[in-house]
């Protein structure tokens, strides 16, 4: 799998999500609004269901790299970011555009800066997230 493959899948899936996206709690919901995750089938074939056809290696990379980015900032599977999101559109568009960087540039996802992701429990969250400070050193235990 290519970059430029995975940045058309991604690309292709972001624009569906933009028209069609929302759902929680499942791929589709019955209004038809999907997830991060069912814009991917359904920008790819039109349909949800991707076990057993020849692309799903494709369909799995594109989430993948979803999941890279959702790992990099909240620590958790897109899934779980698009349910726990209060409105998940705009979270999920920001993941797209981070995904979508990092396809077009080929460079790993922390090196990619683009606007800050806006976390449901949280205010902000840079794009390039910040190194723990160090611990101050220890002092040895008198004898």
Do not use: W
Request: hydrophobic content about 40%; overall charge negative.
């Amino acid at each position: 799998m290519d970059n430029q493959e995975t940045l058309a899948i991604l690309v292709k899936a972001r624009d569906y999500y933009r028209e069609h996206g929302g759902a929680q709690g499942g791929l589709r919901n019955k209004r038809g609004k999907v997830c991060a995750v069912g814009a991917i089938g359904m920008a790819m074939h039109g349909h949800l269901d991707n076990y057993g056809d020849a692309s799903f290696a494709a369909y799995q990379f594109a989430r993948k790299t979803l999941d890279k980015v959702t790992y990099e900032f909240y620590g958790e599977a897109v899934v779980d970011v698009n349910d726990q999101a209060d409105n998940p559109m705009p979270v999920i568009l920001a993941i797209y555009e981070h995904a979508i960087k990092a396809a077009e540039i080929g460079e790993p996802l922390r090196r990619v800066v683009v606007e800050p992701i806006e976390h449901p429990a949280e205010p902000s969250i840079p794009a390039t997230p910040t190194p723990a400070p160090a611990e101050p050193a220890k002092e040895p235990i008198p004898a």
